[in-house]
C-alpha cells in the first residue's frame, strides 16, 4: 500500500526502531530481488500497470508479470501470473482493457488482452513467427504488430532436400507490420492482415497517425546490425497499404512520433552522420509527407528519448552526468525545460495520462531501489511501490559519485560504494567495476548492476571498497566527452581508471596490494587491457571482452561501431589496431586474469577470449577461462547467472583477501 508519508524522489523511507539484525546478503539473495519495469499509466491516469521481474531457479528462467497499482488507495494487484512471462503492457485508448505479450500459449510472443479488473486474458494473435513490438490505434478497434515473414514453402523444400545452411549476408528474416482487429480476435485468435511486404526494409519501431489511417515506421535495408545506420522513415497509407519514406539520410533515424495535429513527424536522428556510435543523436521534425527536416535539439549536448508529444509540447528524457530527466521541449521556440527534480534526480520510463497532466515513471535513489511513482506537474513524486522492503535486512554499502582528473585533464566521475562502517583512517581492498558500453553509464543507484555479474555488496561488506568509473565515452556527459575514446580505445580508457585508483590512493583508502579490476563486454574489453597493459592490480576478470581488434573486427556482428572509434579497418590501419589491442602488450601481463565468456556471443565472438587465454598461459600468468554454454554476448538464465557471480566471488576472494584457491569447475552445490 501506499505508505502515509510516502518519501519524494531522493529521500528514504524511514527504517522502524525495532528492526531485525542486519546480515550481509548472499549471491542467492541478490539474484532473487524482484524488479520493476514498465510503468504505464491509465489514460484517465487513475491506475498504473507495471511489471515486476522474478528470478525461478526452478525454471532456470527469468519470469515477468503484470501488476497494477491503484493511485488513490495505493494497493496493487497482480494481473497475470504462470510460468510463461507477460510483458508490456500497453493500455486501450479507453482505458478498459490492456494488452500484453506472452508466449504462454505456443512458446512464441503473442498479444494478449485482460481486464484492469481482473479475469482470464484472451490470446489475439496467432502470429506464425510471433509478435514483436506492438500499438493500440486511437481508436481502440485495431493493435499494430510487428513479426517476421513466414518460412516459405520453398525453404521448407530446400532444408528437407540440402539439410539446413545459411549464405552469411544474403539471407535473412524481415520484420514486417501487420494488424489485427480487435472485434474479430476476441472471437479466436487472428494471424494478423500484412500490410507491408518484400526485402526493401525491415520494419523497426513505429506509431499510428491520430487519425489512424497512416502509420509511421522506422526501416533498415535488412536485419543485419551492421546496417543499423541506414535506418530511415517511412509512412504506410492504410487505405491501400502504399509506403512512402519521408526520412532519407545518412546515419540512422528511428522512433517516429506523430504530432498531435497529424502534419509533422517527430523522430531520433544521428543527423545525417554516417559515425553515429560515437555521436550525439537528437530529434527532429519532417512533414508527414517528407520534406524539409527540421532539427529540434541541436542545442541540447546528451542524446534525448521521445516519450510523448502533447498540447504542452515534446517530452523527452535524457541523461545529465548520473542523473537522469524528464524535460519538455516547445517545438515553435525549441526551448527546453526540466520537469523532473531534485538535481541529482534518476527517473525514467515515463507514460502520461491522456490529458498530459500526470505521469508515471521509476526512480531510484542511493539508498531505495527502483520503484514506480506518479506525479502531476510542478514534478511533486509520490511512490506507489515498496521494492526497497525486499532489503531491509541487508549490510549494504553507501553510494556517493566523485571526480578526479585522467591523466590529460578530463573530469572523471565515477560511484565509490563504501563500507557502512567506512573509517577514512582505514586502508581497504579496491576493486574496479567497469561498464560495457562504452556509452553506458553507472548511477549511485541501490544496487543498480550489483545484482549480477559481479556482487559488489558482498566484497564491500567484507572490506573493500568499490569503484565504478565512468569513463571517456560514458553516456550523460555530452558530446566532447563522448568521443574522448576515438583512437584511444583502451589507452584513454585505462588512463581514467588508474587515475582513480591514484585518486583514492592519495587519500589513504586504498591497500595497493589488494586492488582488483572487472567488467563485462565494453567493461571487459578495459579489464583486458589494464591486465596486460600495468601490474596495478592483483587479479583481474575478463567478462566479454575484447583481446584483438582485428579478431573482432572480422568476426563481430557490428563491425561499424569498430570504423566509428578506429577510424579504419585493420589492413588499413593496422597501427591503430595495435594501439589498442590488449595483445599488443601480453609480454608485460603478469595479473592473474580469470575469462568468462558466451559460448555463441556473436558481439564479441569467443576467439578473443581464447586469444587471451593462450597468450596469458604462455607467458605463464594464471588464468582460467570459463565458456557458458548456449549463451550470447549476456547471460539471460538464472543458474548461469549464479556461476558467473560465484565463479567472480570466489576469484577476487582469493586474490584479494587470500581465500583459498577455488576450483572453478567444482562451485560448491548445496545438498538437497
Not at 241 to 270: E, M, N, T, Y
Not at 296 to 302: H, P, R, S, Y
Not at 447 to 470: E, F, H, M, Q, T
Request: glycine share 10%; hydrophobic share 40%.
Amino acid at each position: 500500500m501506499l505508505p502515509a508519508h510516502a518519501p519524494a524522489v531522493g529521500q528514504a523511507p524511514s527504517v522502524a526502531a525495532s528492526s531485525p539484525a542486519k546480515r550481509v546478503p548472499t549471491v542467492e539473495d541478490l539474484m532473487n530481488l524482484k524488479s520493476l519495469g514498465a510503468a504505464r499509466i491509465s489514460p484517465d491516469g487513475t491506475r498504473v500497470a507495471y511489471t515486476v521481474t522474478e528470478t525461478g531457479f526452478d525454471e532456470d528462467a527469468y519470469v515477468t508479470q503484470v501488476w497494477l497499482a491503484d493511485v488513490a488507495t495505493g494497493k496493487s494487484i497482480q494481473l497475470t501470473r504462470g510460468k510463461k512471462s507477460s510483458s508490456g503492457p500497453s493500455w486501450s485508448p479507453d482505458g478498459h482493457s490492456l494488452a500484453f505479450t506472452s508466449s504462454r500459449a505456443d512458446d512464441k510472443s503473442q498479444i494478449f488482452v485482460i481486464s484492469p479488473d481482473g479475469g482470464e486474458a484472451v490470446q489475439l494473435t496467432k502470429s506464425e513467427t510471433g509478435v514483436g513490438g506492438f500499438a493500440w490505434s486511437r481508436d481502440g478497434r485495431t493493435i499494430a504488430f510487428t513479426a517476421g515473414d513466414p518460412v516459405s514453402e520453398e525453404s521448407k523444400g530446400r532444408k528437407d532436400f540440402y539439410g539446413d545452411f545459411e549464405v552469411v549476408r544474403r539471407e535473412y528474416t524481415h520484420s514486417q507490420l501487420w494488424t489485427v482487429d480487435v472485434v474479430e480476435a476476441l472471437s479466436a485468435p487472428q494471424a494478423g492482415r500484412r500490410r507491408t511486404s518484400g526485402k526493401a526494409f525491415t520494419v523497426g519501431g513505429f506509431d499510428w497517425s491520430p487519425d489512424g489511417t497512416k502509420i509511421a515506421f522506422s526501416g533498415t535495408v535488412n536485419p543485419d546490425l551492421i546496417n543499423g545506420g541506414t535506418a530511415d522513415i517511412y509512412v504506410i497509407d492504410l487505405t491501400g497499404d502504399a509506403v512512402k519514406k519521408v526520412v532519407a539520410q545518412p546515419g540512422p533515424d528511428s522512433s517516429p512520433l506523430w504530432s498531435p495535429d497529424g502534419r509533422s513527424i517527430l523522430f531520433s536522428s544521428a543527423g545525417g552522420h554516417r559515425d553515429y556510435f560515437a555521436r550525439n543523436v537528437g530529434l527532429a521534425l519532417v512533414p508527414a509527407d517528407g520534406g524539409v527536416i527540421r532539427p529540434l535539439t541541436g542545442a541540447f549536448d546528451e542524446n534525448p528519448s521521445a516519450i510523448a508529444w502533447n498540447a504542452d509540447g515534446i517530452y523527452f528524457s535524457a541523461m545529465r552526468k548520473t542523473a537522469a530527466h524528464l524535460f519538455r521541449l516547445d517545438p515553435e521556440s525549441l526551448q527546453i525545460s526540466r520537469m523532473s527534480a531534485p538535481d541529482e534526480a534518476m527517473v525514467s520510463g515515463f507514460s502520461f495520462s491522456k490529458d498530459g497532466k500526470r505521469t508515471a515513471f521509476q526512480a531510484a535513489t542511493a539508498t531505495t531501489l527502483p520503484e514506480i511513482y506518479i506525479s502531476e506537474f510542478p514534478f511533486n513524486p509520490r511512490v506507489l511501490t515498496r521494492m526497497t522492503d525486499q532489503v531491509g535486512e541487508f549490510i549494504l554499502g553507501t553510494r556517493e559519485v566523485i571526480s578526479w582528473k585522467s591523466k590529460d585533464g578530463a573530469v572523471i566521475e565515477g560511484v565509490l560504494i563504501k563500507p557502512a562502517d567506512f573509517d577514512p583512517a582505514k586502508k581497504y581492498a579496491l576493486l574496479c567495476v567497469i561498464h560495457g558500453g562504452p556509452t553506458g553509464i553507472d548511477r549511485p543507484a541501490l544496487l543498480a548492476g550489483d545484482s549480477r555479474y559481479y556482487p559488489s555488496d558482498i566484497w564491500v561488506a567484507r572490506g573493500a571498497l568499490v569503484l565504478k568509473v565512468n569513463y571517456r565515452g560514458s553516456a550523460g556527459y555530452g558530446a566532447k566527452f563522448r568521443i574522448l575514446n576515438y583512437r584511444n580505445l583502451g589507452v584513454g580508457d585505462a588512463w581514467d581508471v588508474l587515475s582513480g585508483v591514484d585518486h583514492l590512493a592519495k587519500k589513504g583508502w586504498v591497500d595497493a596490494s589488494r586492488v582488483g579490476c572487472m567488467g563485462w563486454s565494453q567493461g571487459g574489453y578495459i579489464s583486458a587491457f589494464l591486465s596486460t597493459s600495468t601490474r596495478t592490480f592483483k587479479a583481474v576478470s575478463v567478462g566479454a571482452g575484447i583481446s584483438n581488434w582485428a579478431t573482432y573486427y572480422y568476426n563481430t556482428d557490428i563491425t561499424p561501431f569498430t570504423i566509428n572509434y578506429l577510424g579504419a579497418d585493420p589492413a588499413a590501419d593496422p597501427a591503430i589496431y595495435a594501439k589498442t589491442s590488449p595483445m599488443t602488450y601480453i609480454n608485460k601481463a603478469a595479473t592473474p586474469t580469470l575469462i568468462q565468456h558466451g559460448e555463441l556471443d556473436k558481439r564479441v565472438p569467443i576467439p578473443n577470449a581464447y586469444e587471451l587465454r593462450q597468450g596469458l598461459e604462455d607467458r605463464g600468468v594464471p588464468v582460467e577461462m570459463v565458456v557458458y554454454k548456449g549463451y550470447g554476448h549476456g547471460i539471460t538464465k538464472p543458474k548461469s547467472m549464479r556461476a558467473v557471480m560465484e565463479h567472480n566471488l570466489a576469484w577476487f576472494n582469493h586474490y584479494i583477501f587470500g581465500d583459498p584457491k577455488p576450483d572453478l569447475s567444482a562451485p560448491p552445490v548445496p545438498k538437497k
